[in-house]
Each structure stands twice: as C-alpha cells, then as structure tokens.
Nanobody, 122 residues
Framework: QAQLVESGGGLVQYGGSLRLSCAAS????????VGWFRQAPGKEREVVSC????????NYAGSVKGRFTVSRDNAKNTAYLQMNSLKTGGTAVYYC???????????????WGQGTPVTVSS
C-alpha cells in the first residue's frame, strides 16, 4: 500500500529553520512530482512548493520564495522541504503529496501524507 510519511515538524522560534522530510513506501517516488502544502488553523490548504520528477523544475508560492527550498533524493525515495527564516504565518500543518505533475491544486495529487505540524513562536 502506497504511503507518504512526513517528519521534521515541531516548534521553532521566529526566524528559525526546519527541514521537513517526506518518505515514500509502496511507491517509487522518482516517477512522481512531489508537492508541499500547508493548512493553517481556520484556513484552506494552500500550495507551498513543488518539485518535478527529476528535480529539475521547482515552484514556490510567493510567500515562501527565497526562504524555502524543495529537494528530493530519489535513491532514498524521499523529498524534503528546507524552511528558513520562518515567520509566524508559517504555523500550519504541512503535507506532502505525490502526483503525475506539479499542480497548485490539491486535486492534482493522488497520494497524501498525514501531515506534520509546524509552530512558529514569536
């Protein structure tokens, strides 16, 4: 059974950094684009970033561009989201998802992780 598992979330101070991981099992991640989404309390899920199958193409939401970096290690069947200079607006549950191509819409992905919470304290 295909499964994505996020890890690396937690409590971080304003301006700090976290690195999220998205490990796949039962799924060969190299054949899929990986998107990162987040959902803050009381808000809709929004796209944060996406990386293509080869890693040659990446996209970022304007709010995180220059601070977040998405990457992948297909040999480890894992994708990552490095988050630097975190702001309080970054408090949310972060999800990774796998799909045939990068998409800004959650329905563009076929597999989802359970999410990992990130809290940015001021």
């Amino acid at each position: 059974q295909a499964q994505l598992v996020e890890s690396g979330g937690g409590l971080v101070q304003y301006g700090g950094s976290l690195r999220l991981s998205c490990a796949a099992s039962g799924l060969t991640l190299q054949y899929f684009a990986v998107g990162w989404f987040r959902q803050a309390p009381g808000k809709e899920r929004e796209v944060v970033s996406c990386i293509s199958t080869s890693g040659g193409s990446t996209n970022y939401a304007g709010s995180v561009k220059g601070r977040f970096t998405v990457s992948r290690d297909n040999a480890k069947n894992t994708a990552y989201l490095q988050m630097n200079s975190l702001k309080t607006g970054g408090t949310a549950v972060y999800y990774c998802a796998a799909g045939m191509a990068c998409s800004s819409w959650f329905w563009g992905y076929d597999w989802w992780g359970q999410g990992t919470p990130v809290t940015v304290s001021s």
